[in-house]
């Protein structure tokens, strides 16, 4: 009986360790240049892809106003099919020429496992850009200044 009891204690604390290594997630001070741009402010969906590519999560969204949520259409696709709630995710949009510092948090075990940042763009009666930058989740990718296509300059990872 105590050789059973030891094997099933061994099991749970085994199975405790293992998601408590999978639930370990690190910050990341998130530093974002917007370009000179003339309109109103730009929506900027932050999300975590896969290696193959896939939307696998939200991690922020700058701009609050959900009406909107639909000009970033590939995010779009993947939001509206798991709509979870992300008003603890969500903050201003952001205009021509300013700078927005948020936090971000990432999941450890995939960093350095093919996963990447995307960060998607829109802004009102102008260009959308599925993929206005996009970082490696890798050591060195995440520790690089990393320009933009569109609305964004560049984007700037710092560990907390």
């Known amino acids: 009986m105590k050789s059973i009891l030891k094997i099933g204690l061994t099991g749970a604390l085994l199975c ?24 109103e402010g730009a929506y900027i969906v932050v999300s975590l892809l896969n290696a193959k590519g ?7 969204v700058m701009g609050d106003d959900k ?18 709630d992300i008003s603890a995710k969500t903050g201003a949009s952001v ?8 936090t971000l948090e990432i999941e450890d075990v995939k960093i350095n496992k093919g996963y990447k940042l995307r960060f998607e763009t829109a802004v009102e009666d ?5 993929a206005d930058l996009e970082i490696p989740l890798t ?4 520790a690089e200044k990393t320009e933009g296509k569109g609305y964004i300059r560049y984007v700037r990872l710092s560990k907390i």
Not at 54 to 60: G, H, N, P, R, S
Not at 95 to 102: A, E, K, M, V, Y
Not at 126 to 130: A, C, F, P, R, S
Not at 139 to 142: K, L, R, T, Y
């Open 126 to 130: 102008h260009k959308y850009y599925t």
């Open 54 to 60: 896939e939307y696998d999560k939200t991690l922020y």
């Open 95 to 102: 205009t021509g020429g300013d700078r927005s510092i948020t």
């Open 139 to 142: 050591s060195q990718g995440m």
């Open 16 to 39: 405790l360790l293992s998601f408590q290594a999978a639930a370990q997630t690190s910050k990341y001070k998130c530093m974002l240049q917007m370009s000179n741009y003339m309109g």
């Open 67 to 84: 009406k909107w949520y639909k000009t970033l259409k590939e995010w779009h696709k993947f939001y509206s099919k798991k709509l979870s």
